[in-house]
């Protein structure tokens, strides 16, 4: 009917052994799961980044074909640009001389 003390004493020190082991492995596991989630954030703040580059090469080319339909009318179209920014450069140059 009761299990003699020294049974319960010995089950209980196999119980607390176990747990014990448990404990150990899964305080390993959360480190590795840890170090994973650091380059998980750290490899989707690179995504961000990415993706904030290339949507404003999106927004660049979508501006640059509402200039022009052809490629010819773009060419002609940014040398213009060239020339006015040019331009303002040399008047900012003047009103820095006087």
Request: hydrophobic fraction near 40%.
């Amino acid at each position: 009917m009761a299990l003699p003390l020294t049974t319960l004493l010995q089950s209980i020190s196999d119980k607390a052994t176990a747990l014990g082991e448990l404990n150990r492995t899964l305080y390993a596991r959360i480190a590795v799961l840890e170090e994973e989630n650091s380059d998980l954030r750290q490899e989707l703040e690179e995504c961000r980044k990415n993706l904030e580059v290339t949507r404003r090469d999106v927004e660049f080319l979508t501006m640059s074909h509402r200039l022009a339909d052809s490629p010819d009318t773009i060419i002609s179209t940014r040398r213009r640009i060239a020339r006015l920014i040019r331009t303002i450069d040399t008047c900012i140059s003047m009103l820095k001389e006087e």
